[in-house]
């Protein structure tokens, strides 16, 4: 099973500029929307809230415009994903078209959620990403190339250094990223320690 | 690094092996699930011909989409009946005990796993849900997980996860009349900041922390979320010990309580621990705190100012702005006589016995507000029936509050209980992100349970130390 995980050395596409700090999941899909048993069709609701007003009407959104509507990299703040531990939100942003993420900093469950579907998250200083963002609204159609093997983020004439957490560069990487395949094979050590602990007397 | 701590010796415990992600893969001591976040990660494991690898060690409840108010099956809310159904039907296929809402002890997930006395000090316990916290209470390290890792750990009962730094917050003194555990928890997420624990396990000590009891601790640690740590502890002690003997696990297997003892007593940080960070917080300068804003960091002394957003560090200014705009408030006002329209008593943060005790005290002889719509909605089917053993259903029902059925209800809105319109709630729930009580436009003031109560029968945000002393004069 582990050979059929893709190792993803970079994301590259067009960008997509979500501005503000502590942008929460109940934004990225608010609840009413986790009513479902599958992922499937998250896609369009992801940031509904933000992008319609109650009549379902569209409002002043960076995903409701036409010019940001290919984009596959999402350049965001602070606190990024913060709040609850739903995997819908990256699945939402996911199906929505989104590769990876460049942000100041990410809520560590959301990062860990979209390492489990192979998004990079990466992080650069604040001012590296106000210039990003900014870019990115001159140029929407240009690519941004998301190198997540060696740490930089190239966008126009530019290439910035940016961080990638070492396990989530080793994982996407050298294509580990889907853990249950690998932790399974280990099932006997798992049964040994089960039976090591003091607590488990089943 | 850290050394000696509380979270080293349980890391150190449940380590299987090293990945070559360099992360490590953890067995995680108990598992437990709910409608919202599992079906996905079930479904996955079909996908790939798997089967749960410990069903003993997970076990399941329904606390997010169930009603309050008429519990008979099919539920009316069809996306909900379906959410239930597919719940049963894979803890039927598994294996897995279900506390469902005709067990008696159906309740918030992190409500009944103490109840039950599945949460024990030094285990590992992991749940698709970020208040997973919670546990940590109980000197448990346990964290919240997202549904890819739930499916890797009904698969192996393990977990790949980075080790974090930890920082012992230690709140010294004694807390005031009128100040909770809720009020230490909204102060520290003030001070440090909504994202100032990403990276960190916090470990929360010092005299107003031990002598909190297990309610209140809980209360902390299931915040430590969003004060951006994924998980928070408190070392056992004989509270806690005190506290477990009580529960349905140890009174069924009352030997298991000596059995246990020593190796909860190993677990405990050693006296010279060392930590990555300590922060100190005197417990005897606070007073409750509510939030004026969208994010729990937004959070003020009931007496003191609201912050002019360019009094605020530059990075937390446009926040700020639109948050003020959202709520309506003016700098430099405090938040008392900020006006409500429904209060909510509930969440896995505040809806335990304590919780509900105190805030009856609050309330009796005392009306809901005209034009207030106030419920109670306890944490746990458990902790609903003592309360009514107690009458204190009697009390809140009296003064005009709704008594509602065990679940999250108000917390995050996503059964019938929401608000509407821009209307604006004293909440003793976790989180004031817009949206997040089910109207875009609703504004939520978090607060602690008496000061929910308090809020309730003035109609305002009151500074509850006042209403007590009108009422005793
Ligand atoms: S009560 Fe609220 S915070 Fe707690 S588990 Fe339910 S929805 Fe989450």
Same mark, same amino acid.
């Given at each position: 099973?582990?050979?059929?995980?893709?190792?993803?050395?970079?994301?590259?596409?067009?960008?997509?500029?979500?501005?503000?700090?502590?942008?929460?999941?109940?934004?990225?899909?608010?609840?009413? &929307?986790?009513?479902?048993?599958?992922?499937?069709?998250?896609?369009?609701?992801?940031?509904?809230?933000?992008?319609? !007003?109650?009549?379902?009407?569209?409002?002043?959104? /960076?995903?409701?415009?036409?010019?940001?509507?290919?984009?596959?990299?999402? #350049?965001?703040?602070?606190?990024?994903?913060?709040?609850?531990?739903?995997?819908?939100?990256? %699945?939402?942003?996911?199906?929505?078209?989104?590769?990876?993420?460049?942000?100041?900093?990410?809520?560590?469950?959301?990062?860990?959620?979209?390492?489990? *579907?192979?998004?990079?998250?990466?992080?650069? =200083?604040?001012?590296?990403?106000?210039?990003?963002?900014?870019?990115?609204?001159?140029?929407?159609? +240009?690519?941004?190339? #998301?190198?997540?093997?060696?740490?930089?983020?190239?966008?126009?004439?530019?290439? #910035?250094?940016?961080?990638?957490? !070492?396990?989530?560069?080793?994982?996407?990487?050298?294509?580990?990223? =889907?853990?249950?395949?690998?932790?399974?094979?280990?099932?006997?050590?798992?049964?040994?320690?089960?039976?090591?602990?003091?607590? $488990?007397?089943? | 690094?850290?050394?000696?701590?509380?979270?080293?010796?349980?890391?150190?415990?449940?380590?299987?092996?090293? *990945?070559?992600?360099? %992360?490590?893969?953890? &067995?995680?001591?108990?598992?437990?699930?709910?409608?919202?976040?599992?079906?996905?990660?079930?479904?996955?494991?079909?996908?790939?011909?798997?089967?749960?690898?410990?069903?003993?060690?997970?076990? @399941?409840?329904?606390?997010?989409?169930?009603?309050?108010?008429?519990?008979?099956?099919?539920?009316?809310?069809?996306?909900?009946?379906?959410?239930? @159904?597919?719940?049963?039907?894979?803890?039927? !296929?598994?294996?897995?005990?279900?506390?469902?809402?005709?067990?008696?002890?159906?309740?918030?997930?992190?409500v009944?796993?103490?109840?039950?006395?599945?949460?024990?000090?030094?285990?590992?316990? #992991?749940?698709?849900?970020?208040?997973?916290?919670t546990?940590?209470a109980?000197? @448990? *390290?346990?964290?919240?997980?997202?549904?890819?890792?739930?499916?890797?750990?009904?698969?192996?009962?393990? $977990?790949?996860?980075?080790?974090?730094?930890?920082?012992?917050?230690?709140v010294t003194g004694e807390l005031g009349p009128g100040v909770e555990a809720k009020d230490v928890i909204l102060e520290i997420i003030r001070r440090?900041?909504?994202?100032?624990?990403?990276?960190?396990?916090?470990?929360y000590?010092g005299e107003a922390i031990?002598n909190l009891d297990m309610e209140g601790r809980m209360s902390i640690c299931n915040m430590?979320?969003e004060g951006?740590?994924? +998980?928070?502890?408190?070392? /056992?002690?004989?509270?806690?010990?005190?506290?477990?003997?009580?529960?349905?696990?140890?009174?069924?297997?009352?030997?298991?309580?000596?059995?246990?003892?020593?190796?909860?007593?190993?677990?405990?940080?050693?006296?010279?621990?060392?930590?990555?960070?300590?922060?100190?917080i005197d417990g005897s300068e606070l007073e409750p705190v509510v939030t004026w804003g969208t994010t729990p960091g937004q959070g003020v002394g009931i007496t003191q100012p609201i912050p002019? /957003?360019? =009094?605020? /560090?530059?990075?937390?200014?446009?926040?700020?702005?639109?948050a003020?705009?959202?709520m309506g408030v003016t700098p430099g006002e405090t938040m008392e006589g900020y006006e409500i329209d429904v209060a909510f008593l509930g969440s896995c943060t505040n809806a335990r016995m304590p919780d509900l005790r105190r805030a009856a005290g609050v309330v009796e002889g005392r009306q809901v507000a005209d034009g207030v719509r106030a419920m109670v909605v306890p944490g746990? %089917?458990?902790v609903k029936?003592a309360a009514? @053993?107690e009458g204190l259903d009697e009390i809140f029902k009296e003064a005009g509050f709704e008594w509602r059925?065990?679940?999250?209800s108000m917390c995050?809105?996503?059964?019938?209980d929401?608000l509407?319109?821009?209307e604006a709630s004293a909440s003793s729930s976790n989180r004031n992100?817009?949206?997040r009580q089910?109207?875009?436009?609703g504004r939520t003031v978090l607060m602690n349970p008496r000061m929910v109560a308090a809020a309730a029968v003035t109609g305002h945000v009151t500074d509850v130390r006042e209403l007590k002393e009108v009422s005793v004069a």
């Amino acid at each position: 099973m582990t050979d059929e995980i893709p190792e993803i050395d970079s994301a590259s596409g067009s960008g997509v500029p979500i501005r503000g700090n502590d942008i929460d999941t109940d934004q990225i899909i608010p609840a009413r &929307f986790m009513k479902v048993v599958t992922f499937d069709g998250l896609g369009e609701f992801a940031f509904f809230d933000q992008r319609y !007003d109650e009549n379902d009407e569209p409002k002043d959104h /960076p995903m409701n415009e036409p010019q940001f509507q290919d984009a596959a990299i999402m #350049v965001v703040n602070a606190n990024f994903g913060c709040g609850s531990s739903r995997e819908h939100a990256p %699945q939402a942003l996911m199906r929505w078209g989104i590769d990876a993420i460049i942000g100041e900093s990410f809520a560590e469950i959301f990062a860990g959620n979209c390492l489990a *579907l192979g998004i990079p998250t990466v992080t650069a =200083d604040h001012d590296t990403i106000t210039e990003l963002q900014d870019w990115v609204d001159e140029h929407p159609d +240009a690519d941004i190339d #998301v190198d997540v093997e060696n740490e930089t983020v190239t966008y126009g004439e530019k290439t #910035v250094d940016v961080t990638v957490d !070492d396990a989530q560069r080793k994982a996407l990487t050298e294509g580990v990223w =889907d853990t249950t395949a690998l932790m399974k094979s280990n099932a006997d050590a798992v049964a040994e320690k089960a039976a090591s602990l003091p607590y $488990v007397d089943d | 690094m850290s050394e000696g701590t509380l979270y080293d010796k349980v890391w150190e415990e449940h380590t299987v092996s090293e *990945l070559p992600t360099g %992360q490590t893969q953890l &067995f995680c001591g108990l598992h437990l699930i709910h409608e919202v976040t599992s079906p996905q990660a079930f479904g996955m494991l079909q996908e790939r011909d798997l089967e749960v690898a410990y069903p003993n060690r997970t076990h @399941a409840t329904v606390d997010h989409i169930v009603p309050t108010s008429d519990q008979s099956r099919p539920f009316r809310d069809d996306a909900a009946e379906e959410m239930m @159904a597919e719940l049963e039907q894979n803890v039927r !296929d598994a294996g897995i005990n279900f506390s469902d809402p005709t067990s008696g002890e159906q309740g918030i997930v992190h409500v009944i796993g103490p109840e039950k006395g599945l949460t024990q000090p030094g285990m590992t316990i #992991v749940c698709g849900d970020s208040h997973t916290s919670t546990h940590g209470a109980f000197g @448990a *390290l346990a964290f919240g997980i997202g549904t890819s890792q739930i499916r890797d750990v009904l698969a192996t009962q393990t $977990v790949a996860m980075e080790k974090k730094k930890v920082r012992k917050i230690e709140v010294t003194g004694e807390l005031g009349p009128g100040v909770e555990a809720k009020d230490v928890i909204l102060e520290i997420i003030r001070r440090l900041g909504t994202e100032g624990g990403v990276g960190y396990v916090y470990e929360y000590a010092g005299e107003a922390i031990e002598n909190l009891d297990m309610e209140g601790r809980m209360s902390i640690c299931n915040m430590s979320i969003e004060g951006g740590a994924r +998980a928070g502890y408190v070392n /056992p002690d004989e509270t806690t010990y005190d506290w477990l003997k009580e529960t349905e696990y140890f009174q069924e297997n009352p030997e298991r309580f000596d059995e246990l003892k020593p190796y909860w007593e190993s677990i405990r940080s050693d006296e010279d621990a060392e930590y990555d960070d300590v922060v100190t917080i005197d417990g005897s300068e606070l007073e409750p705190v509510v939030t004026w804003g969208t994010t729990p960091g937004q959070g003020v002394g009931i007496t003191q100012p609201i912050p002019a /957003p360019e =009094d605020l /560090p530059e990075e937390k200014q446009d926040t700020a702005r639109m948050a003020q705009e959202h709520m309506g408030v003016t700098p430099g006002e405090t938040m008392e006589g900020y006006e409500i329209d429904v209060a909510f008593l509930g969440s896995c943060t505040n809806a335990r016995m304590p919780d509900l005790r105190r805030a009856a005290g609050v309330v009796e002889g005392r009306q809901v507000a005209d034009g207030v719509r106030a419920m109670v909605v306890p944490g746990s %089917q458990r902790v609903k029936a003592a309360a009514e @053993a107690e009458g204190l259903d009697e009390i809140f029902k009296e003064a005009g509050f709704e008594w509602r059925e065990a679940g999250c209800s108000m917390c995050l809105g996503m059964n019938e209980d929401q608000l509407e319109g821009d209307e604006a709630s004293a909440s003793s729930s976790n989180r004031n992100f817009i949206g997040r009580q089910g109207s875009k436009d609703g504004r939520t003031v978090l607060m602690n349970p008496r000061m929910v109560a308090a809020a309730a029968v003035t109609g305002h945000v009151t500074d509850v130390r006042e209403l007590k002393e009108v009422s005793v004069a």
